[in-house]
């Protein structure tokens, strides 16, 4: 019976020959982190950094942060590193290993998570990713903010997942619609209301009224009004409130029960 291949071997490698493929799928070096790993670092508990071995060179997928820090510690010039060194990977499987880990590794934001997940050509954020590219809409991975760019990417993302695809864009393109795509738009508070909405009513409401509606308002009504709610409704239902009594105004004709 051969034995089977390890998942990585632990060597020692000079850090001037690590490259972090930030250009790619990671995030960039945050000189503060660096600092404060510094400030706490006891070689006792540090983790190795993971490595990927291709193409005859060494790319880091999980602790950029920790062999940086490492070259301060020696004066900022480099030095060996004991790393974790995995063999066979692509770059694909390397992103997606970077989006899925855990431990001791600075929190991924869910727009880094999502990137090297499309990087790395995982399904799921591919069709998340298309749906809204067929609105015109585009991923702010970096929460820049402008125009027709979703920074709340997890919001959205969950919202995605609980309409399915046919639905979520019904929701979006209504957003988009209504408010021409601009910044506060996208904002999570308008996206859970609005995504709420639409799958809460499917059956009765009129889109294009909902659309009208909402673009004689301020694209900061929702989350400004949805905050001032009391303790009677809480989570989503305070936005979901504010879109339900945008559509009705105050007319009866084409007015909506109150189904939350």
């Not at 799921?124 to 920074?151: C, P, S, T, W």
């Not at 988009?176 to 904002?187: L, Q, T, Y």
Request: hydrophobic share 35%.
């Amino acid at each position: 019976m051969m034995t089977p291949e390890p998942l990585y071997r632990m060597m020692v490698i000079d850090s001037s020959e690590i490259i972090a493929p930030r250009e790619d799928y990671q995030r960039e070096l945050k000189s503060e982190r660096v600092k404060r790993i510094v400030s706490n670092f006891d070689e006792r508990i540090a983790n190795e950094p993971k490595v990927s071995y291709r193409d005859g060179k060494y790319y880091v997928f999980d602790g950029q942060h920790t062999i940086d820090a490492r070259k301060a510690l020696n004066g900022g010039n480099d030095l060996p590193i004991l790393c974790k060194v995995y063999m066979g990977m692509s770059e694909k499987e390397e992103a997606l290993l970077f989006a899925r880990q855990t431990g001791e590794s600075a929190r991924l934001t869910p727009g880094v998570r999502v990137r090297a997940e499309i990087f790395g050509e995982d399904g799921n954020a591919v069709v998340f990713l298309k749906a809204n590219a067929d609105l015109g809409i585009e991923l702010d991975y970096d929460q820049e903010r402008g125009h027709m760019r979703i920074g709340c990417i997890k919001t959205a993302m969950n919202a995605y997942r609980r309409l399915g695809e046919e639905r979520y864009k019904e929701a979006m393109g209504i957003i988009v619609s209504a408010w021409g795509g601009e910044p506060d738009s996208f904002r999570r508070e308008n996206i859970i209301g609005i995504t709420r909405f639409v799958d809460r009513y499917h059956d009765s409401y009129i889109p294009q009224r909902l659309i009208t509606r909402l673009s004689n308002v301020d694209p900061l009504t929702i989350p400004r009004e949805g905050r001032a709610v009391g303790v009677d409704l809480a989570g989503y239902k305070k936005y979901l409130y504010q879109v339900w009594k945008i559509y009705n105004g105050s007319g009866k004709k084409y007015s909506l029960p109150k189904k939350f």
